[in-house]
């Protein structure tokens, strides 16, 4: 778990390195997890159980990501510089159909949203 946390962070790290990478406002709808869970255990928080050890992995350093509903493609998400109630805004979202709104930053294939806006996705 830790290793596949330290390797998330090295490759964020050496794609985001540079400050010439695209950059535009997005929204996405979809399902809010924890990366580690939802790859390599295939787990989606969407019952009391699964959000547990979701919420666990969390815990442990994981990373939030959302899922794509249309595309199945997967954004990391991340906070604003200072925001200390970025994991607490986000979890109660476990197992919901999402929204995100934030800036998009895509390089070598990896996307990350820094997070402005999160609700519950009310449309179809």
Avoid: H, W
């Avoid at 979202?93 to 895509?106: P, V």
């Amino acid at each position: 778990m830790k290793s596949l946390t330290r390797l998330v962070a090295v490759i964020l790290g050496l794609c985001f390195a540079s400050t010439s990478f695209a950059q535009k406002k997005t929204t996405v709808n979809g399902d809010i997890v924890e990366l580690t869970s939802y790859l390599k255990e295939n787990i989606k928080p969407s019952g009391p159980a699964a959000k547990e050890i979701a919420m666990e992995n969390l815990r442990k350093g994981g990373t939030l990501a959302i899922v794509q509903s249309k595309t199945r493609k997967v954004y990391l998400l991340s906070s604003a510089p200072g925001d200390t109630t970025f994991t607490a805004t986000v979890a109660p979202y476990f197992g919901l159909m999402a929204y995100i709104k934030g800036t998009l930053y895509s390089r070598g294939g990896v996307n990350m949203i820094v997070v402005e806006d999160i609700g519950k996705y009310l449309g179809k």
